[in-house]
Structures are given as structure tokens and as C-alpha cells.
């Protein structure tokens, strides 16, 4: 019986260790000028998920061209975008971003 339980934990520890955050498509543009968000001074990443925004953290406004330029600069438009992260403490923590647009 003691094996048992050893197992069955070992196999509960596995399941949850290799959670791999899902990818979701979510509005992605700066969070100050698109967003309204008002927590940061200056321009930096968002994404918009179920009506509410969230900063980001693992990827920089700048990593996805001139945010100011008036056709696809995230200061200018929202995008759509493919991501995989998670919300922590308010906060979204990304790992991949692929645009759609």
C-alpha cells in the first residue's frame, strides 16, 4: 500500500510539473496609449484579454518594429497575436508571441 501512494504521488508531481501554458489569441498593443493602463510611465507592451489589459513581461514594445509608426507601431493600432503565458500577480508573463496581422 505504501508503494501505491509513493506512485501515485510521483505520477501527481509529473502531471503538474509539465503544464505548459496554453496559447490563446489576445489584442496586443501598448498598454498606456491603446489601453488606457496608467500604472507605468512611458510606452510598454499589453495585451488585452477578456475586456481587461495586462503588461507584459518577456517581450519588449520595440522587439516588433517602430511602435510609433502609424500602420502597425503598437502606440498606433492594436494587433492581433498568438501567445503562450500566464497571468501572474497581475501581470501577463509570455514565453511566445506570434502577430496575426
Known sequence: MKHIYIISILFLFMACSNSKPKKQTVELSCGQCQFGLTSQKGCDLAVRINEKAYFVDGADIDEFGDAHDENSGFCEVIRKAEVEG?????????????LLD
Do not use: A, G, H
Not at 86 to 98: A, Q, S
Open 86 to 98: 500566464e497571468l501572474i500577480n497581475n501581470r501577463f508573463k509570455v514565453t511566445t508571441v506570434k
